[in-house]
């Protein structure tokens, strides 16, 4: 139980800040970011900057600006991510294999995220004992006593979109907290699981509507 | 110039409703539903439903209901998708390509979006040329003039994120308004030129943010 009525917009923007953080970091001339460098590099305006982090404590002092390592370590205390997170993934066709490269790369970069991708899953007997960047891909049959017996709170979902209620199912029941879905499906999850969209057709129609606004 | 002041959040349910009525519209018998079961399958509360659609006209009638074709085809003409799209995708790595080969058949299957990909782009001199379902592979140098030469209005980044404000740039010169980024990377666009991010990162340290609160 921590700060329960923070707002997921706000929860939405830490990683926008951190990022920011990071790449300032690599930098060991800055020292000090004010709210207003942050909000721009974030894309966000200062005095919502401001309003975020003060959810969370005085990390700033006023005309000074934030310490850059100071704000950094709190706000990846904050975003839980000083410890490993393991996650599976739900999907071995194209875009999940995809995902796997691509992700691993970047999740070995990202010294702020500690996330091991322990398990691939697929019903497709074929692909089953694959491996994808030195990851095995298990029957789905396993998922929800894999998920159980290795304590992972985090799945990914590049299932088709008529098999993505089932395999969210078997990953909260195994005792998955935080999904990813891919699958162009809104997903029925128990109160308490957190879910994150990745849903590209729904953005791409979003954007559409823009296009011709002048 | 159409509903200057609708926020963005309310466009973003938009394709949530669409998809809803999509599914829906496949069985003949269903004609009617009401903001209720609307809002449940969208996941989104029933005075929020009524609240958004509220925004564009009259579409639903007390103790009735929303006729489903109606609001279907309304939605559509809202959200612009009645019009085909172009768009390009720049960054043929194993993202961009695996994206190629799931949106092209994703695209295919969905009534309600005409979206056309008519080029992929890339540094890599190896990689120019190539075609993947079809679509060829350009050069990053000839970006600007095909994208204006074929009015193209939507982009999707696949680069680096030392790349991406570089591809951005030359996007947005060429006449693109709505730009897809998959880059872990804030990009700097002008005004008018609409953003969705799809940095995965972003999005599952934000899931980490709630896997130990209880």
Redesign the interface.
């Known amino acids: ?2 700060w ?1 009525k923070i707002s ?1 917009a706000v ?2 923007r ?3 800040y ?3 953080l990071d790449e300032l970091a690599k930098d060991e001339n800055n020292n000090l970011i004010s709210s207003q460098e942050l909000g721009e ?3 966000v305006g200062p005095a919502l900057v401001r309003k975020d982090l003060a959810w969370f404590g005085e990390f700033g002092k006023q005309g000074v600006g934030y310490e850059i390592d100071y704000l950094r370590s709190e706000l990846r205390r ?4 000083d410890s490993t ?1 393991k ?1 599976v993934l739900v999907g071995a ?3 999940g ?3 796997t ?3 691993m790369r ?2 070995q970069e ?1 010294e702020s ?1 500690t ?1 091991e991708l322990i398990g691939l899953f697929d019903s497709d007997p074929d692909k089953v004992g694959q491996e994808h960047e030195g990851i095995k891909v298990y029957p789905i049959t396993e998922l929800e006593s894999f998920v159980r017996e290795n304590e992972v ?2 799945g990914i979902i590049t299932v088709p979109a008529s098999d993505a209620q089932d395999v969210a199912n078997r990953l909260v029941n195994g005792g998955v ?4 879905n891919f699958a ?3 997903l029925d999850l128990p109160e308490g699981v ?1 879910l ?1 969209s ?1 849903d ?15």
């Open positions: 139980m921590r329960r997921d929860v939405r830490l990683p926008l951190l990022r920011v590099k974030a894309g904050i975003l839980n991510l997170h996650v066709g194209s875009l294999t995809a995902l490269r691509y992700n970047r999740f990202d995220f996330l709170k985090m907290r935080a999904i990813l162009p499906v809104t957190q994150a990745a590209l057709t729904l953005e791409l129609k979003r954007l559409a509507y823009y296009i011709n606004e002048v």
